[in-house]
C-alpha cells in the first residue's frame, strides 16, 4: 500500500511548509520512518527519518531548518520545513527508511526566489 504525501506547494525563499503523510506502516513502531526527496534527473535522497521512539537523524544540509515527527496514533508522520531556499525545490516522498515500500506519487515543493 502506497504512502500518501501531502502539504507541498510555491513558497518564497525564507518561507516554511509542513508536509503529512499517512499510512498504516507509520503505525509500526519497529519501523523507522523517512522523507526522501528528488530532483528530476538526480538520484532520490533520504532527507530524514524518525523512529517511534523519537529518534532522528537529517541529511546535513536540512539539519536545524526541517523537523521530522511522527504520530503512530494517528498513523501520520510529517515534515516541518523552515527557511526554505531555491536548492530545497524537489518531489518529497515519505517511505520506510530502507525504502521497502512502494513509492507514492509524493508531494512537490517548489522555492521560489
Known amino acids: 500500500v502506497q504512502l500518501q504525501a501531502s502539504g507541498g506547494g510555491l513558497v518564497q525563499a525564507g518561507g516554511s511548509l509542513k508536509l503529512s503523510c499517512v499510512g498504516s506502516?507509520?503505525?509500526?513502531?519497529?519501523?523507522?520512518m523517512a522523507w526522501f526527496r528528488q530532483v528530476p534527473g538526480q538520484q532520490r535522497e533520504r532527507v530524514a527519518t524518525?523512529?517511534?521512539?523519537?529518534?532522528?537523524e537529517y541529511l546535513n544540509s536540512v539539519e536545524g531548518r526541517f523537523t521530522i515527527s511522527r504520530d503512530v496514533g494517528k498513523m501520520t508522520m510529517y515534515l516541518q520545513m523552515t527557511n526554505l531556499n531555491l536548492g530545497d525545490t524537489a518531489v518529497y516522498y515519505c517511505n520506510t527508511r530502507g525504502a521497502s515500500r512502494e513509492w507514492g506519487q509524493g508531494t512537490l515543493v517548489t522555492v521560489s526566489s
Open positions: 524518525v523512529s517511534a521512539g523519537g529518534f532522528r
Open positions: 506502516v507509520i503505525a509500526d513502531t519497529n519501523i523507522i
